[in-house]
């Protein structure tokens, strides 16, 4: 008996931490939070962030090599036969004893002194494409953040909704209650009471397809922030209020948008086609380079017969190099590299304009979002008379069941809009902020 009690009292006790091992754990996740965790946790962000190292990475490794002096050596070891004469017609032939092992060792070192601007060319080329990198993280960046951002909004909304429904419900129990109690006194029908019931059924079926949703929003949002699979994420309820006096003062002016990462990155390809029109260029021109070289070998083969002796002989100088087939290939290179800084220079144009177009644009609907919104605040103060009107006269039977369920559905929808317009003001103050260049600045 004692060791069933003691069993019994082990599986309860793992079945109360397997219980509290899967239970729920809510977190408060603020936006400050959510752009910290983008940048650590986010799988797709980490891919842009090796991308930068791995540039950086390259570009030193170029200017190592060629800021630095080429130095090689090299070592032989041989075997030479006997060497046979003949005279100029092949008479004669004799044979003469030759050193039959070969040793050399050889170390030449050069360094380009001129190149017609090609080196420094390829090295600001590759810093260039480094900052492009630089850019293109920054600008993942920014457009994960964004589409966190709508998924926090889409969660904040859900919220929202989900309150609203459980108002309504409360509300929509309530009014049966009252409904059900002038039912007994005969003063209101039994159909009364079914349509009551109907509308409190749909409510809850509305409520359970907010709550899944929910759901899947708070999983996705979580997976790509790196929480654990049990995290339910609690939005920040005053983030209305903390951007209602930013979305209220922003301007706009012909300069608002010369921040942008895209056209910082147009302006970095420009930079990147005009190395590239140099580097073209320079294809045109000799290389002047210094060089050294130092040799020691045996045996000597400049007496006869040779002599197995060590010889060392050094040299130092410059070398002057034209590549002769540039005259008819560089004129190519030159054409093509020129017609792709124009095409970068058209490209940063329209990159400048559309940039323009849609900081206008969203400048617009930041206005036009305070707009709807105020127009949706007057018309669910309007739905809230309304409703307590008609439901005081049904109560007199001055009104009908249908009205006050048609006062109650509009109720509940103006209050609904007027909660998506604000999030839809937050959405697109940061949309504004993200297309002008000032995301750093939310």
């Known amino acids: ?54 540039s950086k ?25 006997d060497a046979h004469v003949w005279n100029n017609s092949f008479q004669n032939g004799m044979t003469v004893d030759m050193p039959h092992k070969t040793m050399d060792f050889a170390i030449n070192a050069g360094y380009l002194l001129y190149g017609a ?65 002038r039912v007994e006194e005969g003063m209101l029908t039994h159909n009364d009471i079914v349509r009551s019931k109907l509308q409190l059924t749909n409510q809850q079926i509305q409520l359970n397809r907010v709550n899944n949703n929910i759901l899947v929003v ?64 320079s294809q045109q021109f000799p290389t002047l380079s210094l060089y050294v070289s130092g040799v020691l070998d045996r045996p000597s083969l400049n007496s006869n017969p040779p002599v197995d002796i060590y010889t060392n002989i050094s040299q130092v100088g410059l070398k002057l190099k034209y590549n002769i087939g540039s005259l008819y290939t560089a004129k190519k290179h030159i054409e093509k590299s020129e017609m792709d800084y124009n095409l970068a220079q058209t490209q940063q144009q329209w990159t400048e304009q559309s940039v323009e177009m849609a900081s206008h644009q969203a400048y617009i609907r930041i206005h036009d979002a305070w ?32 009205d006050v369920l048609d006062a109650a559905t509009a109720l509940l929808s103006s209050e609904l809009d007027m909660n998506n317009a604000k999030v839809e003001i937050i959405y697109q103050w940061f949309s504004f902020m993200k297309i002008t260049g000032n995301w750093e600045n939310k």
Request: aromatic fraction near 10%; proline fraction near 0%.
């Open 371 to 402: 707009d709807q919104y105020h127009s949706l605040e007057e018309s669910f103060a309007l739905a809230q008379d309304n409703y307590q009107v008609v439901e005081q006269k049904y109560l007199n039977k001055f009104s009908t069941i249908t």
């Open 117 to 181: 601007g090609k080196v420094k060319n390829t090295v600001e080329q590759a810093t260039i494409r480094n900052q492009i990198a630089k850019l293109s993280y920054s600008k993942d960046k920014e457009d994960i953040q964004f589409l966190l951002l709508a998924q926090y909004l889409d969660l904040f909304t859900l919220y929202n909704q989900q309150r609203v429904y459980k108002q309504n419900i409360k509300l929509t129990q309530q009014r049966l209650k009252n409904i059900e109690q």
């Open 218 to 281: 708070n999983h996705d949002l979580g997976v790509k922030l790196g929480l654990n699979a049990n995290t339910i994420i609690d939005v920040d309820t005053l983030l209305y209020d903390q951007f209602f006096n930013r979305t209220t003062s922003q301007s706009y002016n012909d300069s608002s948008y010369t921040s942008a990462l895209d056209i910082a990155l147009s302006r970095k390809n420009i930079e990147l086609a005009k190395r590239q029109v140099n580097i073209a260029h």
């Open 57 to 81: 990475t390259e570009t030193e490794a170029l200017k190592r090599d060629l800021y630095t002096p080429q130095l090689e050596a090299t070592a032989g070891l041989g075997y030479i036969s």
């Open 1 to 54: 008996m004692r060791y069933r009690n003691t069993l019994i009292l082990c599986l309860l006790l793992i079945c109360f931490f397997t219980k509290l091992s899967a239970q729920q754990r809510h977190i408060l996740l603020t936006l400050d939070s959510l752009w910290q965790k983008s940048e650590n946790y986010n799988t797709q962000l980490e891919i842009s962030r090796q991308q930068v190292y791995i």
